[in-house]
């Protein structure tokens, strides 16, 4: 998910306040799902684990960033 999506789907703030959510509070879930809505990741210093992390779980790629087009979780029942 995006930090747009899951601020929708939480229902009340933004992209910004859920970033600050999750550099502040963020190291023990699987922050490297959270990325921005064009894929890329969280932080550019992050880059390589990010998508070693990526690779290993099967992510949809675009290059360096996730397709989002293809990997976005909508917040329903995982498959």
């Known amino acids: 998910m995006a930090y747009g999506d899951i601020a929708e789907y939480l229902g009340e703030g933004g992209p910004r306040?859920?970033?600050k959510?999750?550099?502040t509070y963020g190291g023990g879930v699987?922050?490297?799902?959270?990325v921005h809505a064009?894929?890329?990741g969280a932080a550019?210093?992050?880059l390589r684990e990010c998508?070693?992390?990526w690779r290993a779980?099967?992510?949809p790629l675009r290059g360096e960033r996730v397709d989002m087009r293809r990997a976005r979780w909508?917040?329903?029942d995982q498959v």
Not at 30 to 34: A, D, E, I, K, Y
């Open 44 to 46: 550019p210093d992050h």
């Open 17 to 19: 306040q859920v970033g």
């Open 38 to 40: 064009d894929g890329s």
């Open 51 to 53: 998508l070693d992390r």
């Open 21 to 23: 959510v999750m550099s």
């Open 74 to 76: 909508d917040g329903g």
């Open 30 to 34: 699987p922050w490297w799902r959270v």
């Open 57 to 59: 779980e099967g992510t």
